[in-house]
């Protein structure tokens, strides 16, 4: 164990940026991991980026983009959202017409989002926020080490991430990147970031110039650093064909077993699945016994779609036929015994 100014600290962090380049498919030369959760993340872009009385866009189809949303109102932002049903996705044709609608400053949406199991197309909203001259926030929590990102490519200004989803790490650091042009912005913001801790202006000092902020969790950066060199050792575009792989057999699974899925086909997060409840099966019973039984934590809707779906992780070490050999002898035997046809 080492310091927090430590040169060996800044050694191991400089391998989890260049990593986490990588893993976000950007040049950015801000990226690099935030101390806090994913929630971090996404209060550090909306604090940074969003001046209060700006208009703030979100795009809302489940529960984290209200999550955005929220966090935009409590910093004074004059939030406005577009809303679809939760598990829906915005079309570009959708998200043209409410920026022209609004002119925002700044848009957000999340990418793949964790309460209903949607996967949005980045360039959709990019395309026509950039046209606007908008600033686009991208969630990454869920997408992020286990389906393609391409922060560069698909437009992205802001984007957070965690490390507990798709970098199979432990939690408690949020990746984070913001372009060139986002940086320059936020160098010339005459207001100070509220949130102290969160200031992407000192914390760069410190990864950056070195000079002590706060104390950074060095073994969860040790953590992340392993995780990261784990995931470009197998290749990412080798992994996320394997979580595609595996997505496609846990689909195939479920509907053998007369179970169907939340979101259409084509527009599904592959490592999180979201599958519709049986009729008559209390879900909270089936999810308490492969907890209890099979050691085995399957997730809970949200808000309208609580009790509705159940939300299934499938990442990182699980995402191949083992864990789905794992998982479905367990699952088959809970939904049997909670009276379901299967």
């Known amino acids: 164990m080492v310091g927090y100014v430590d040169p060996f600290f800044f050694e191991v962090n400089d391998h989890v940026r260049q990593g986490l380049r990588e893993i976000f498919g950007t040049r950015n030369p801000f990226t690099l991991a935030l101390s806090g959760t994913g929630s971090a993340g996404m209060e ?68 793949a989002e964790t309460s209903t199991g949607a996967l949005q197309p980045p360039l959709a909203i990019t395309r026509p926020a950039h046209e606007a001259g908008a600033f686009v926030i991208a969630d990454c929590v869920t997408s992020l080490g286990a389906t393609p990102v391409q922060v560069d490519d698909s ?43 969160l200031d992407l202006k000192l914390i760069a000092e410190y990864y950056d110039g070195r000079k ?47 179970l169907s899925m939340h979101v259409a086909e084509g527009r599904r997060i592959p490592n999180l699945n979201t599958v519709r409840v049986p009729e008559g099966v209390d879900d909270a019973q089936v999810r308490r016994w492969l907890l209890e039984e099979h050691g085995i934590e399957v997730g809970t809707g949200f808000g309208p779609l609580a009790g509705k779906i159940f939300r299934i992780g499938l990442m990182g070490p699980l995402a191949n036929e083992a864990g789905l050999d794992l998982f479905f002898s367990a699952f088959e035997k809970c939904l049997a015994r909670a009276g379901a046809s299967v």
């Open 44 to 111: 550090a872009a909306v604090s940074n980026f969003v001046n209060p009385g700006a208009k703030f866009l979100v795009f809302s189809a489940g529960y984290f983009a209200d999550r955005i949303a929220e966090m935009g109102r409590r910093h004074g932002a004059n939030v406005v959202r577009s809303g679809k049903s939760w598990g829906q996705t915005f079309t570009e044709t959708e998200a043209r017409e409410a920026i022209e609608r609004e002119r925002p400053e700044v848009v957000a949406f999340v990418h």
């Open 155 to 197: 437009g992205i200004d802001i984007a957070y991430s965690c490390t507990q989803k798709g970098l199979s790490c432990p939690p408690g650091l949020s990746p984070f990147t913001a372009s060139p042009a986002a940086m320059d912005w936020l160098k010339a913001r005459k207001l100070d970031n509220p949130i102290w801790y």
């Open 212 to 258: 002590y902020h706060h104390t950074a969790p060095v073994s969860t950066f040790y953590a992340l650093r392993e995780g990261l060199a784990a995931i470009l050792e197998e290749g990412p575009k080798k992994r996320y064909e394997r979580h595609a792989r595996a997505h496609t057999g846990f689909v195939q699974r479920m509907e053998a077993l007369g």
